[in-house]
């Protein structure tokens, strides 16, 4: 009796080590995803415990209580002790509750038919222990490799994708969702064999929907780099145009001092100064520089001169001598999305005259701060707290502001979106935090 009262306490111990490590590698997993709402370790040591306790499911073959149980305690996780939007939530749900099934369901069905048919269902104790423990034990490299893979994939992608995209993964990831548990529920027990091929399938299919979210941000991020480069070979080139325009002037500097002078003599004063100021237009470049900053110079120019050609009175105060630390391409889409949404609301203005724009950007002591405010005539269409497009093509256009909440989001900053009957204004905030 005290062997055997020792053997359960072993296992006991062992399996909840065990469940235990399960639930911290799940919780890396869903960490990939997400970000914890509280950081405090003792925060962290709840969230595990509650994956593994609610994740060592047993799934049976024609069996759906566990399963559902699973789903449903895993999203309520999710909702409160992650901070995401409710659409990453629901992604993480989906992507990874086939994974937990379709493991659980294997191992736990192989040591069952280890013990029916290897063992011929005579096993001591201490056997059907090891036999046990060792199938459990298989979660964890299992995980690891999958939490592996999916760390150097998701992580990249969470602040890059725009809801409608992770809807498509989503609805990719549905077809895994419901195929395994279909399978589960309609295998018979004595050929539970027959459902390995779609829980495999299921494992396949969620790591494939994850370098598919990869392979979405990398193209996203290509588009970006290469709207990007365009900014600055068109900067480049109309550098390169006004020092061909200076160079070309001091070679005939001595002819027009010359012209200048005869007018002079000849007590022309009036035709000398004109004569200056014709001279003087042609050495004033088209370019302002309003910082250092190379990306920053090459869309403020490229935007303004879009705007002047479209009657836009503009006021930059540019106040950048530092550049922050965002990455060009995300600086690029913050000038250049809400640049463009200002520019294209002052065109719908029919008085000329209050067609404004105001920007002003910031870097110091470690914050960047940026606001636009331009005026506005067209009235503010707002669905789920989105703002909604007034083009006729709404899948196409409307989702500049959105990439913009994104790019904020990812950088643990905020932005705050405020209009009136005749202004619009986005402000921006993000702290740089290698600064101390």
């Known amino acids: 009796m005290f062997s055997l009262f020792s053997l359960g306490n072993i296992e006991m111990v062992v399996t909840t080590f065990i469940s235990f490590f399960f639930g911290y590698t799940l919780f890396l997993v869903t960490k990939s995803f997400l970000t914890p709402r509280w950081t405090h370790p003792f ?68 040591g069952s038919l280890i013990w029916q048919f ?7 104790d201490i056997e059907q222990t090891v036999l046990h423990t060792i199938t459990l034990a298989l979660r964890i490299p299992l995980w690891y490799g999958i939490y592996r893979l999916i760390k150097s994939w998701i992580p990249y992608t969470v602040k890059t994708l725009v809801p ?34 779609a829980c495999i399938a299921s494992i396949i299919t969620t790591l ?20 990007t480069i365009q900014y600055q070979q068109s900067y480049y080139e109309e550098l390169e145009q006004n020092q061909q325009t200076i160079r070309r002037l001091r070679h005939d500097m001595k002819n027009h001092l010359n012209i200048i002078g005869t007018f002079l003599r000849n007590k022309e004063t009036d035709k000398a100064i004109q004569y200056l100021k014709d001279l003087n237009q042609e050495f004033t470049s088209n370019l302002r520089v309003y910082c250092p900053n190379g990306i920053v110079n090459a869309i403020l120019n490229n935007k ?58 910031r870097y110091t002591d470690g914050f960047f701060s940026y606001e636009i405010k331009n005026a506005k005539v067209n009235e503010i269409a707002i669905d789920h707290g989105q703002f909604i497009t007034d083009k006729t093509d709404k899948r196409s256009h409307g989702i500049g502001l959105r990439s913009v909440k994104n790019i904020v989001e990812k950088y643990g900053g905020e932005i705050d979106i405020s209009y009136t009957k005749d202004t619009f204004t986005v402000t921006i905030m993000i702290q740089d935090n290698t600064v101390k």
Not at 81 to 97: G, P
Not at 118 to 124: K, L, P
Not at 219 to 226: E, N, R
Request: net charge negative; hydrophobic share 50%; glycine share 2%.
């Open 208 to 227: 494939g929907c994850c370098y598919l979210c990869t392979y979405m941000a990398k193209t996203v991020q290509a588009d970006m780099a290469l709207e």
């Open 304 to 361: 303004e001169q879009i705007a002047l050609d479209a009657n836009i009175q503009c006021n930059f105060q540019i106040d950048l001598a530092q550049s922050p630390n965002i990455e060009d391409v995300d600086l690029c889409s913050i000038l250049g999305n809400t640049l463009d949404n200002a520019i294209e609301a002052l065109r719908k203005m029919p008085e000329i005259s209050k067609r404004s724009l105001a920007v002003k950007a």
């Open 43 to 110: 925060v962290s040591f709840v969230i595990i415990c509650l994956l593994f306790c609610c994740a060592n499911i047993v799934v049976y073959p024609e069996e759906l209580t566990g399963t559902t149980s699973f789903f449903f305690c895993f999203i309520l996780i999710l909702m409160v002790f992650f901070k995401n939007k409710w659409y990453l939530k629901l992604s993480a749900a989906i992507l990874i509750f086939p994974v937990v099934v379709s493991i659980n369901y294997i191992l736990q069905d192989i």
């Open 164 to 197: 409608r995209m992770w809807m498509v993964l989503d609805l990719v990831a549905l077809t895994s969702f419901v195929g395994v548990v279909t399978v589960i529920h309609h295998t018979n027990t004595i050929v539970s064999y027959t459902a390995y091929p």
């Open 118 to 124: 290897v063992y011929n269902e005579q096993m001591s």
